[in-house]
């Protein structure tokens, strides 16, 4: 297989980011047969269909999406060589692209990114909040930071924290209902409930001893955002249960009091997810291995109430 230029790659990536020729063709400066032209001979270099065209729509193949990342890595390690080359051998360069879900964006993420960025001034961050899971080779996302268990796929997974979810609730919510003592109270009491991906998270799950306790909660306020369902704990409306990475600062200052010290929540693990690839850019496992550092004094923090 053989490349006439790295043009040809950049034309790929216009065709797939842009769904089109002519509309790959105005974002590269090139006329529409210019870009038919590129794309005939990559397919013809590499010998397989890259896009199904049709008068209406382009489409990818199978073997395409793989080589639209695979282009996407390419030009990303070029363009970072070229930065190192500019500034020299030391600082990271480079756009991050991650996605996260709301609450923990809102909880720790988006403030320690932007001070990440500003302590590397080559570095860029493109954050993308959504509780959806993103296709991270569609939408060129570097990371993605997810709760598990995850679901089979191509993708590489690397554990960063072992949370777990915990009940807690604000002082004036307990101070006005109570505190219920075994998780077996909550049938009287107001709970929070919030969708993760669709699935409506009424069935708190729990272990005392290794036994395990599953309890079926209700409450007047539901949501499918976890940052709103933690806001409303916060104002006393009810009890929350989250994975307790997403409540630290409330915890941490006691806006929150965490419930049942003797019973152990649902595991919530939160794992960084890369796209299937073998080349990780230095400025994305920096961040990995920073993160790891960070989410690991969070939890010891909160579990010992430091």
């Known amino acids: 297989m053989e490349f006439h230029n790295l043009d040809d790659l950049r034309v790929l990536l216009a065709i797939a980011e842009t769904g089109g020729l002519t509309a790959a063709g105005k974002r590269c400066g090139l006329s529409t047969a210019a870009v038919s032209a590129a794309l005939k001979r990559l397919e013809k270099s590499i010998g397989v269909l890259l896009f199904e065209r049709t008068t209406r729509s382009v489409r990818p ?3 395409g999406e793989v080589m639209i990342d695979h282009a996407r890595r390419a030009l990303e390690l070029v363009s970072e060589g070229q930065a190192l080359v500019r500034v020299g051998t030391h600082g990271l360069t480079g756009t991050i692209r991650i996605t996260v879900a709301a609450a923990l964006a809102r909880e720790m993420l ?3 990114l932007a001070e990440f960025a500003k302590s590397n001034p080559g570095i860029s961050i493109d954050l993308q909040v959504s509780d959806a899971q993103l296709d991270l080779v569609r939408e060129g996302i570097d990371m993605a930071l997810r709760n598990g268990p995850l679901a089979d796929s191509s993708h590489t997974a690397r554990l960063l924290a072992p949370a777990q979810r915990v009940a807690c609730a604000s002082p004036a919510y307990l101070a006005e209902r109570g505190t ?11 709970c929070l409930v919030y969708h993760v991906r669709g699935h409506r998270l009424d ?3 729990f272990k005392a001893d290794g036994a395990p306790m599953d309890v079926r909660v209700r409450g007047r306020l539901s949501c499918n955002d976890a940052s709103i369902a933690q806001q409303w704990a916060v104002e006393g409306r009810g009890i929350v249960y989250q994975a307790e990475l997403g409540l630290t600062a409330a915890l941490a200052c006691g806006a929150l009091v965490r419930l049942f010290p003797g019973y152990q929540g649902e595991p919530a693990p939160l ?3 890369l796209p299937s690839r073998r080349y990780v850019p230095a400025r994305v496992t920096e961040v990995i291995d920073r993160l790891a550092a960070l989410f690991e004094e969070k939890l010891a923090a909160v579990r010992t109430g430091a």
């Open 61 to 63: 193949t199978t073997e």
């Open 110 to 112: 988006a403030w320690w």
């Open 180 to 190: 219920p003592v075994s998780p077996c109270e909550l049938a009287q009491h107001e």
């Open 203 to 205: 069935t708190w799950h």
């Open 271 to 273: 794992y960084v997810v």
